[in-house]
C-alpha cells in the first residue's frame, strides 16, 4: 500500500502502516462515556438531557456543534446535533452518525460492569442501542480533534430513530459536505457490514361496523372484531420468503363481552429487500382488509406509510472498502450481510447520501437483557479510528 498524504491544519498528514488503536486512557473515557450517557434517559422524543451531554463534550474536544430545529417535526425536545472536522486541502469529507435516542424504558438505567460486561441492574434496557456508538464518536472526536486527520469528519447524532427514522428524515441533505458515510447502528458482531435493508411498510385500519347487545340482539350489530379476524386468517405472515416478512403487531377494539363490537384496530407490517415485493405484499394485505369488510358488513379505513426504503450497496462501494479495510487492518475477517431492520442508513441513502450501516457489537438491543462488552466498545473504537484513515485512500 502505497501511502496517502494530505494537508491540513495541523501539517503533512500520512496513513500509518499500522491500525490506530486507542490509548488506555482513551479506553478508560470511553466505558465512562458509555456508562454515563445510558444512565441519562432518553426515550425517543424525550432527548433534550442526552444531546446536551453530548454537545458538551464535542465542544470540549475544540468542535463547533449546530443543532437543527427538526425537534416540532419529530416531536423531541431536540434537534440533530452537527459537529465537523474540518477536511485537510484536497481531502474529502465523511459522515459518522450514531442515533441519540433509545426505546421507552420500563425502569430507570444502572449500569452495572461485571467481568467486561457492561449490563442494566434493573429490568429494563440498557441503552446500547445507540449509546454504544455516541461514546465511540465522542472518542472519536476527541482523537481527531487533538491530532490531525487525513480526511474532514461530519459528526451527527440523531434524534427519534426509534420513531422509524423521524429525525434523519429532517436532515437538510445541502448541508452535509459529506462524499459518503457510516452509521453504526446494528446489534450483531463486530466484522458484519450491512450491505443490504429492507422497504417497510406500516398499515393501521380501523374498522367500524354496529353495536349491539349481544344476548339480545346480536343480528342488529355487525361486528368489527370479526370482520378483523377475518381479514388476519386470509393473509400470510411470518418469513414469507427469504428477503421478506410480515407481521400483525396490534389489535385493540370493542367496548365489552355483552357487546357486539362496533370499532376495532390493527397495526400491520409489511418487509423485503426488494422494493417491489414489498409493495405486493402490503397490497395483498390492504385487499384481505377491505374484502374482509366487504364480507362483515362493516367498513374500514385503511392507512399505509412507506417509513423507509430498500437498499443495495456494492462491495466495491468506497464506504464498503474503507470500512472492510479497516476491519481487516485489526485482524477481523469482514462479513457482508442484509438486514431486516430499517435504520438512519436508509434514510441518508434515500437523501443520497450513500452510507454504510456497520455492526457494532451490541447485543439484544430493545430487550432487558441488552449488553454490550467493554472488548466490543474498544474495538468499535479503534476500527471506527481505521476507518477515518482508509477513508483517504479508497
Do not use: W
Amino acid at each position: 500500500m502505497t501511502a496517502a498524504r494530505a494537508i491540513g491544519a495541523f501539517g503533512p498528514y500520512r496513513l500509518s502502516p499500522r491500525p490506530p488503536r486507542a490509548s488506555p486512557q482513551e479506553r478508560e473515557r470511553l466505558a465512562e462515556d458509555f456508562a454515563r450517557l445510558c444512565e441519562i434517559p432518553s426515550p425517543s422524543g424525550l432527548e433534550r438531557e442526552v444531546a446536551d451531554a453530548v454537545g458538551t463534550e464535542l465542544r470540549a474536544a475544540g468542535l463547533q456543534v449546530e443543532e437543527d430545529g427538526s425537534g416540532p417535526a419529530t416531536g423531541s425536545q431536540a434537534g440533530n446535533l452537527l459537529a465537523r472536522l474540518p477536511a485537510p486541502h484536497g481531502a474529502r469529507t465523511i459522515l459518522l452518525c450514531a442515533h441519540l435516542d433509545t426505546v421507552p424504558l420500563a425502569a430507570p438505567v444502572q449500569v452495572v460492569r461485571e467481568e467486561g460486561v457492561f449490563t442494566n441492574a434493573n429490568a429494563a434496557i440498557l441503552g446500547a442501542d445507540n449509546k454504544a456508538a455516541v461514546a465511540v464518536l465522542l472518542g472519536v472526536a476527541r482523537r481527531l480533534g487533538r491530532e490531525s486527520s487525513p480526511v474532514g469528519v461530519e459528526l451527527l447524532f440523531t434524534t427519534c430513530e426509534e420513531l422509524a427514522l423521524r429525525g434523519v428524515k429532517e436532515v437538510d441533505r445541502a448541508a452535509l459536505r459529506s462524499e459518503f458515510g457510516f452509521v453504526f447502528d446494528h446489534a450483531s458482531p463486530i466484522g458484519e457490514l450491512i450491505v443490504a435493508a429492507p422497504t417497510y411498510y406500516r398499515i393501521e385500519a380501523r374498522f367500524h361496523g354496529a353495536a349491539a347487545h349481544a344476548g339480545i340482539r346480536p343480528e342488529d350489530g355487525r361486528n368489527a372484531i370479526d370482520a378483523a379476524a377475518r381479514a388476519l386468517a386470509a393473509m400470510q405472515t411470518g418469513r414469507l420468503d427469504e428477503n421478506t416478512t410480515a407481521n400483525v403487531g396490534v389489535i385493540e377494539g370493542g367496548s365489552a363481552a355483552n357487546v357486539v363490537a362496533e370499532h376495532c384496530r390493527v397495526e400491520l407490517e409489511a418487509r423485503s429487500l426488494d422494493d417491489d415485493r414489498a409493495g405486493a405484499v402490503m397490497g395483498q394485505m390492504v385487499d384481505r382488509l377491505g374484502e374482509a369488510a366487504t364480507d362483515s358488513e362493516c367498513d374500514v379505513e385503511t392507512v399505509v406509510e412507506q417509513l423507509f426504503r430498500a437498499y443495495r450497496l456494492a462491495r466495491t462501494a468506497p464506504q464498503v472498502r474503507a470500512a472492510a479495510a479497516a476491519l481487516e487492518a485489526l485482524g477481523i475477517e469482514p462479513s457482508y450481510v442484509a438486514t431486516g431492520g430499517g435504520s438512519d442508513a436508509n434514510a441518508l441513502v434515500a437523501a443520497r447520501l450513500p452510507v454504510l450501516n456497520v455492526a457494532n457489537g451490541t447485543e439484544r438491543n430493545h430487550q432487558p437483557d441488552e449488553s454490550v462488552t467493554a472488548e466490543a466498545l474498544e474495538t468499535m473504537l479503534d476500527v471506527t479510528l481505521g476507518i477515518v484513515e482508509r477513508s483517504a485512500e479508497v
